[in-house]
Nanobody, 118 residues
Framework: QVQLVESGGGLVQAGGSLSLSCVAS????????MGWSRQAPGKQRELVAT???????NYADSVKGRFTISRDNTKSTVYLQMNSLKPEDTAGYYC????????????WGQGTQVTVSS
């Protein structure tokens, strides 16, 4: 029905950059808010950034000034540009989106791993 597929994770040295993408596909009538969360081993999932359909963004304090969320509504895609990466940014990164098929429902991707070495 609806799938969210992330890409762009990998291994990077501290201070480096990575760019994540998440594409939504399927029987989509509309997409409202989209976002990125992360979860490190042994820790709770943390909301990283969100973006509304109109482009309003919100960030966790831990990533403000370093990460930038954006979206391309024509491609049903949300991006996360991550700069000045720190070892504590190491986690699985998951995108989510409020998508209307018949009603709005919150969908999640499978995640992509980001590892930052010191």
């Amino acid at each position: 029905q609806v799938q969210l597929v992330e890409s762009g994770g990998g291994l990077v040295q501290a201070g480096g950059s990575l760019s994540l993408s998440c594409v939504a596909s399927g029987s989509i009538h509309a997409i409202n808010a989209m976002g990125w969360s992360r979860q490190a081993p042994g820790k709770q999932r943390e909301l990283v950034a969100t973006i509304t359909s109109g482009g309003t963004t919100n960030y966790a304090d831990s990533v403000k000034g370093r990460f930038t969320i954006s979206r391309d509504n024509t491609k049903s895609t949300v991006y996360l540009q991550m700069n000045s990466l720190k070892p504590e940014d190491t986690a699985g990164y998951y995108c989510n989106a409020d998508i209307m098929v018949v009603l709005y429902y919150n969908y999640w991707g499978q995640g992509t791993q980001v590892t930052v070495s010191s």
